[in-house]
Nanobody, 126 residues
Framework: QVQLVESGGGLVQAGGSLRLSCAASGRTFSSYSMGWFRQAPGKEREFVAAISWSGLRTYYADSVKGRFTISRDNAKNTVDLQMNSLKPEDTAVYYC???????????????????WGKGTLVTVSA
């Protein structure tokens, strides 16, 4: 069993930065690929970024490539999302996800995901 708790959301002006963190419980954290998703009001939840269990492979949605960076620390059971050059369209609730398959995360197979966090709100003002 893995529990995920996100933190770091808040209000930021366009062009600013935020760093989200996801803390995972459980001794098997390093067995899971991790990802970030987001859901804006009235829209479906969408893939943002993923990182393999080893941290050696990362994947990004085109909309955030070059602005967001995902990283993980298996010793601390954390996965972070550094968000730079934020835009108003980045406003959403951001969710942390864990799955044994990186493909499940990258393909956005929401209903196949092993674990979800409860989300943290990011608001980017114009």
């Amino acid at each position: 069993q893995v529990q995920l708790v996100e933190s770091g959301g808040g209000l930021v002006q366009a062009g600013g930065s935020l760093r989200l963190s996801c803390a995972a419980s459980g001794r098997t954290f390093s067995s899971y690929s991790m990802g970030w998703f987001r859901q804006a009001p009235g829209k479906e939840r969408e893939f943002v970024a993923a990182i393999s269990w080893s941290g050696l492979r990362t994947y990004y949605a085109d909309s955030v490539k070059g602005r967001f960076t995902i990283s993980r620390d298996n010793a601390k059971n954390t996965v972070d999302l550094q968000m730079n050059s934020l835009k108003p369209e980045d406003t959403a609730v951001y969710y942390c996800a864990a799955d044994t398959s990186t493909n499940t995360i990258v393909a956005g197979r929401l209903y196949d995901m092993d674990y979800w966090g409860k989300g943290t709100l990011v608001t980017v003002s114009a």
